[in-house]
């Protein structure tokens, strides 16, 4: 439905069984919004959570960083819940500062951790 907001879920591969665990725990509040998400995380959660309405974008390294920062560009995504691995070096590392950038340039709410989207999620107006 296109009243719905939409958020943008995304992990690193480190990071992504961890993403997978939230999305099962909040599916019912996930399921009130529209995601997108790049493609492997997106596949990711459907294994958990197959009800959900997820838009698989490209990968990360292929562009699915950039497809996501787009969609914040157009106000097409209202809030980004993305966990980083802080501690492996990406070869995209260049997209994923770019998206970040867009969320603060747009000030959209932007979780980078378990622990800011587990406050964020429960928060924002559906
Ligand atoms: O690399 C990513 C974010 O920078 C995530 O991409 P995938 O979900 O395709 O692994």
Known sequence: MA???CVALIAHDQKKDDLADFAKAHETVL????????GTTGGRVLD??????????????LGGD?????MIATGEVQLLIFFVDPL????HDVDVKALMRLAIVY???????????????????R
């Open 88 to 91: 492996t070096a990406m070869p």
């Open 3 to 5: 009243d719905r907001k």
């Open 48 to 61: 958990v959570c197959p009800s959900l309405d997820i838009t698989r974008l490209k990968s990360g390294p």
């Open 107 to 125: 000030d959209i709410p932007m979780a980078l951790n378990r622990a800011t989207a587990e406050q964020l999620i429960d928060l924002n107006p």
């Open 66 to 70: 950039q497809q996501i920062g787009a």
């Open 31 to 38: 399921a009130d919004w529209r995601i997108v998400a790049t």
